[in-house]
T-cell receptor
């Protein structure tokens, strides 16, 4: 089974320029996530899609970041204009579905998120 | 907001040694996840824990869900060079599957 594909793997741009990242999730996965991982930190969720609808974009800097998943399969994340502090790894992940099924035993099964290799962005 | 704090931040050990790391939170989690991230790659899920007190193994890795639900531990026995990487704890903080990650523990193994 093919994993999550991302491109490009690396990108260097100057501040105020625009950049776009592409993600193709695992076939059949309804939920797609974009994370930002700054050096020395854990991934931070930017936006979550369920099929082609946005589930959560509360941490997406909407003045400069945008994302879409028009046909409910692959997705693009755009930054326009980029700032120095946007230098990070942008990770895409996918899972079968987002529902967190609770059980009487005190917890539910978290659908496994499968991560792509990431796009390393350097803003100069 | 919710935060996950991992310790130690980094570890330098000799091949063959056992490793312990932990993750704590100020609030309760119903699920604890442990991921490993190799250099240049995305995180890969190692172990998932769903019940307080649960102890789960995956090969040489063992993780425990703390009884208070505010912490979790990961142990690696008999470390080998391929254990090198960054280990993250994570947990969902809403019903939509949104994960919050710790800042990671970086493991270096000297042959």
């Amino acid at each position: 089974e093919a994993g999550v594909a991302q491109s490009p793997r690396y990108k260097i741009i100057e501040k105020r320029q625009s950049v776009a990242f592409w993600c193709n999730p695992i076939s059949g996965h309804a939920t797609l996530y974009w994370y930002q991982q700054i050096l020395g930190q854990g991934p931070k969720l930017l936006i979550q899609f369920q099929n082609n609808g946005v589930v959560d974009d509360s941490q997406l800097p909407k003045d400069r970041f945008s994302a879409e998943r028009l046909k409910g399969v692959d997705s693009t994340l755009k930054i326009q204009p980029a700032k120095l502090e946007d230098s990070a790894v942008y990770l895409c992940a996918s899972s079968l579905e987002y529902s967190y099924r609770f059980s009487r035993l005190g917890g539910g099964k978290q659908e496994t998120q499968y991560f792509g290799p990431g796009t390393r962005l350097l803003v100069l | 907001g919710q935060q996950l704090n991992q310790s130690p931040q980094s570890m330098f050990i000799q091949e063959g040694e056992d490793v312990s790391m932990n993750c704590t939170s100020s609030s309760i989690f119903n699920t604890w996840l442990w991921y490993k991230q190799d250099p240049g790659e995305g995180p890969v899920l190692l172990i998932a824990l769903y019940k307080a007190g649960e102890l789960t193994s995956n090969g040489r890795l063992t993780a425990q869900f703390g009884i208070t639900r505010k912490d979790s531990f990961l142990n690696i026995s008999a470390s080998i060079p391929s254990d090198v990487g960054i280990y993250f704890c994570a947990g969902p903080y809403n019903q939509g599957g949104k994960l919050i990650f710790g800042q990671g523990t970086e493991l270096s193994v000297k042959p």
